[in-house]
Nanobody
Framework: QVQLVETGGGLVQAGDSLRLSCVAS????????MAWFRQAQGKEREWLGT????????YYSDSVKGRFTISRENTKNTLYMQMNSLKPEDTAVYFC????????????????WGQGTQVTVSS
């Protein structure tokens, strides 16, 4: 198993940036494909992007492509997401997730989840 803890959320203004972190413990971090999701109030959980085990490949949803960047440091067991040009519609709880399947974009393909961190973007 792996345990995931997200940090870095907060209240920002439109146009600001934030960097989220997700620290993993337990099984070896580099065994997992990692992803970021978010869930706004009253909406389904939305896939944002996925990064391969080595960090050599990343995939993004159209809603964040060009604004968000996912990276990982396997030596630090940490996943990151740099979020730039934030918009009010980015307001949500953000989750990191770990799984075994490359290119997975649906929540049910991920086995482990963090507790989430709130990001609120004011206009």
């Amino acid at each position: 198993q792996v345990q995931l803890v997200e940090t870095g959320g907060g209240l920002v203004q439109a146009g600001d940036s934030l960097r989220l972190s997700c620290v993993a413990s337990g099984r070896t971090f580099n065994l997992y494909v990692m992803a970021w999701f978010r869930q706004a109030q009253g909406k389904e959980r939305e896939w944002l992007g996925t990064i391969s085990r080595t960090g050599g490949s990343t995939y993004y949803s159209d809603s964040v492509k060009g604004r968000f960047t996912i990276s990982r440091e396997n030596t630090k067991n940490t996943l990151y997401m740099q979020m730039n040009s934030l918009k009010p519609e980015d307001t949500a709880v953000y989750f990191c997730a770990a799984g075994d399947t490359a290119y997975a974009v649906t929540p049910n393909r991920y086995d482990y989840w963090g507790q989430g961190t709130q990001v609120t973007v004011s206009s």
